[in-house]
């Protein structure tokens, strides 16, 4: 069964009516699939260095960190990222974790924003410190 997990705009997070807690972030996470992201709101880089066919693969998991890579194409080439993750705490919108690049750079914090478990769909969102905007 494949798994997605889906980074978009906060109106769709608004739709569930549960909030996600932190195991079920560790579930979400917790596979050895492939977690196929199905829709992103923004753009990664610049609109000409986007990122298609993204998925993820964990390379570890423990209750407190999580370490993948990242798999993407940009014009036609395959690219692998590797990332560390520290599992955050609840916050009333759901947990969070906060990932860094291993090669360097700056940390972003992502929120859990719903999970559903039957369908292995979640919402993960971030705030952009440029706009202040929720991605």
Known sequence: MLLFLVAVSLQIADASPQVPNIMDLLEALNTTEKIWLGIRSYDWQEASQR??????????L?????????????????YVSEFHAVLGSQTPDGPTMNVTPKSGGETITYT??????????????YINKN???TQ
């Not at 990122?51 to 570890?60: D, L, M």
């Open 131 to 133: 706009t202040g905007e």
């Open 62 to 78: 423990t209750e407190t960190q999580y370490d993948f890579k990242q798999h993407y194409i940009i014009g036609g080439e395959l």
């Open 51 to 60: 990122h298609n066919c993204v998925y993820i693969e964990k390379q570890t």
């Open 112 to 125: 859990l924003r719903t999970w559903k478990k039957a369908s292995k769909c979640g919402v993960l969102t």
